[in-house]
């Protein structure tokens, strides 16, 4: 199988603790997924390299590789879900004026939401800010 124009192989544990078979073993039904990570830097994202995901850790959150963004924040990585644009409550990839942060939002009555910037809230319309995704994963870096 090839892999963006590379075969996959994996170490054969079975050769390392018997000494049979091969060394290496080309996988043959790969179902990884090859995202780009895009770096949130001064409001505005940035191609920064890659990262791969088989594909049932990211269907065990509710994401699909093909609309699904990576977005590294302080070391950590984002997996912003963009088919889930209209907001309830959780943390959203958003786009005020041009800027994009990820931000907690709320759902108030009024087509309003509460927008959480650390230990503060303020209370914005629907239509002032434009939602990318949610975040619907984390890797958080320790």
């Not at 959150?61 to 889930?84: C, K, M, R």
């Not at 800027?99 to 629907?126: T, W, Y």
């Amino acid at each position: 199988m090839q892999y963006y124009g590379c075969p996959i192989f994996l170490f054969s544990i079975k050769w390392l603790a018997l000494g049979e078979g091969e060394a290496f073993e080309e996988i043959t039904n790969s179902s990884i997924k090859r995202l780009s990570i895009e770096k949130l830097s001064n409001g505005s994202l940035e191609t920064k390299g890659n990262i791969s995901l088989d594909l049932i850790t990211l269907e065990k959150y509710g994401l699909e590789g093909s609309t699904t963004t990576v977005v590294e924040q302080d070391g950590n990585l984002h997996f912003v879900n963009t088919l889930e644009t209209n907001p309830a409550s959780g943390r959203y990839l958003i786009d005020i004026d041009g800027s994009i942060s990820i931000n907690h939002l709320q759902r108030l009555p009024g087509k309003k939401l509460a927008m959480s910037f650390g230990d503060s809230s303020i209370e914005v319309a629907q239509e002032d800010i434009k939602v990318i995704g949610r975040v619907a994963m984390v890797i958080d870096k320790e």
